[in-house]
């Protein structure tokens, strides 16, 4: 079944949210296809506290939930489905998923970025059963008990700190001597009486048959080893690109796609916002904002195609 749009979104993170409810108040027939759950990296938020204008903080799946309901009432229309292809034929996209195909004078990328790995032994076999991507989807299953948190960043500082209302011994390990989080979020890890910073430490091991019981780290300095017992291991060493959608388009050297400022990347009316576009700061808020100026640019490009 075949249906005709004027701007297609792909990906239903902040980016695409946003995005649907700019394209759909412009009076652009809008679609936004989304595989997964619609919020992307903002449902991992327990507590979004740095957005503007929301205060108390809520959590990401209630702000995710609130921006689809916006997109939703000003006409925006959304389908579940896995995007097979993209192709452009006589000025027009062409997306394929399993079931469906749509047609879309303008396109937007906003697939995001995935979870790296740390490619260690244990991690695959043990995901799902003591390993995790996510602490506010499994940090209540271990309770009380001692976890494991690996990563410096934003999300691994956020993340400990969520999982320290759970349990009064949450390990930090990073590979650094220093944690690389902005220093409000770093400092209030740091300060956490139920964090414990594991620093120039990396994994080499995660242990255990039917579930996680021990991890394995390794000194950066000393190469010393140390065994330390827990029932997770909820891992934040950064993002891949979710890229494989678009071979042609500009991407700089770490895969991410390049834009202009009104999100156009080198494919004319092809667009990209959020986490999968190149840029030096990667929040909820400049998602947002990625989107807005995206579909801007798609209402512009459709105005001068015409």
Do not use: W
Request: glycine share 10%; hydrophobic share 40%; aromatic share 8%.
């Amino acid at each position: 079944m075949q249906q005709d749009f004027d701007f297609v979104i792909i990906g239903a993170g902040a980016a695409g949210l946003t995005a649907a409810q700019y394209g759909a108040r412009a009076n652009l027939k809008t679609a936004v296809i989304e595989s997964g759950t619609k919020g992307g990296q903002a449902l991992l938020i327990n507590e979004l506290e740095n957005y503007p204008g929301i205060f108390p903080a809520v959590n990401g799946f209630e702000f995710a939930q609130t921006m689809q309901n916006q997109a939703q009432t000003f006409g925006a229309q959304f389908f579940s489905g896995k995007v097979q292809s993209v192709d452009k034929c006589k000025g027009l996209f062409v997306i394929k998923t399993e079931k469906d195909q749509f047609t879309a004078k303008a396109l937007l990328l906003a697939t995001g970025a995935k979870h790296r790995s740390l490619g260690i032994p244990g991690e695959s076999e043990l995901a799902g059963r003591g390993v995790s991507y996510c602490a506010t989807c499994d940090g209540p299953f271990f309770k009380n008990k001692p976890m494991v948190v690996i990563g410096g960043g934003d999300a691994a500082c956020d993340e400990a700190n969520f999982l320290a209302n759970l349990s009064d011994c949450v390990y930090l390990v990073h590979r650094r001597e220093t944690l690389r989080a902005q220093a409000a979020v770093a400092e209030r890890a740091l300060k956490n009486p139920h964090i414990k910073p594991m620093l120039n430490k990396i994994p080499v091991k995660i242990e255990g048959t039917s579930k996680v019981e021990a991890i394995l780290l390794k000194d950066t300095q000393t190469g010393e080893e140390t065994r330390l017992e827990t029932a997770a291991v909820f891992i934040f060493v950064g993002m891949e690109p979710q890229n494989e959608l678009i071979e042609m388009a500009h991407r700089d050297a770490n895969g991410y796609i390049i834009t202009d400022e009104n999100m156009m990347t080198s494919i004319a009316g092809l667009f990209c916002a959020g986490d999968l576009r190149a840029k030096p700061f990667r929040q909820v808020v400049t998602a947002a904002a990625d989107g807005a100026y995206a579909a801007h640019g798609a209402e512009l490009y459709i105005q001068q195609t015409k």
